[in-house]
């Protein structure tokens, strides 16, 4: 069963960076090259919403809400996929999920917590 562990959230002043990490687990080792990535979040009494995804090439697309200022990568060696989020705003306050989809498969992290301050 594959696992995603989310890490890096935390609170973070406005105009500050961040960078997520999730990392996957559960006999991905070999495979984990052919997982399709990507970041969602979910804002406090909002629907959760696309951030950014990065594609088995590493092509890459993001929401245009983040263009510019966050940037998702993916180490394939270490099973890790990473966000990278600079001048943060206090709008970008959410929880952020990992999603993986493979072999017509999601899953799905538990999220970790971005909270910006003014």
């Known amino acids: 069963q594959v696992q995603l562990v989310e890490s890096g959230g935390g609170l973070v002043q406005a105009g500050g960076s961040l960078r997520l990490s999730c990392a996957a687990s559960?006999?991905?080792?070999?495979?984990?090259?052919?997982?399709?990535m990507a970041w969602y979040r979910q804002a406090p009494g909002k629907q959760r919403e696309l951030v950014a995804t990065i594609s088995t090439d590493s092509s890459t697309n993001s929401a245009d809400f983040v263009k510019g200022r966050f940037t998702i990568s993916r180490d394939n060696a270490k099973n890790t996929v990473y966000l990278q989020m600079n001048s943060l705003k206090p709008d970008d306050t959410a929880v952020y999920y990992c999603?993986?989809?493979?072999?017509?498969?999601?899953?799905w992290g538990k999220g970790t917590l971005v909270t910006v301050s003014l």
């Open positions: 559960g006999g991905v080792g070999s495979i984990f090259d052919l997982f399709a």
């Open positions: 999603n993986a989809k493979v072999f017509r498969s999601d899953y």
